[in-house]
């Protein structure tokens, strides 16, 4: 369950921002977590609840968009969306992508009293 320890990582990013802005606790986190990041919200945001019990971060609510997955197809030199690493380029069948966005996770906000 690689949740844990991004979720530590989420606790750990969103207690020093909030230090660093003098703020009291935090009381949202924002999340971006693109659709073939392999992460499962719900083990996330368990995991969130957990490790920042007794943290600045300590019941915060997590919300999570989750953005699509954009590929660039070497043949037809588009940008392309895919849904999993088997897609094929709609436009012209092939399956020689590169992943451009889509496997990444980003705090985009944090909101502190």
Known sequence: M???????????????????????????????IGALAHVDPGALTFAFDAVSAGTLAEGAEVIIERGAAKAFCVPCGLTIEVATHADVCPHCGVHQWMLTEGDEMRVTELEVE
């Open 2 to 32: 690689h949740e844990l320890s991004l979720a530590q990582s989420i606790v750990e990013i969103a207690t020093s921002h909030a230090r660093a802005e003098g703020s009291g606790r935090v009381t949202k986190v924002f999340l971006k």
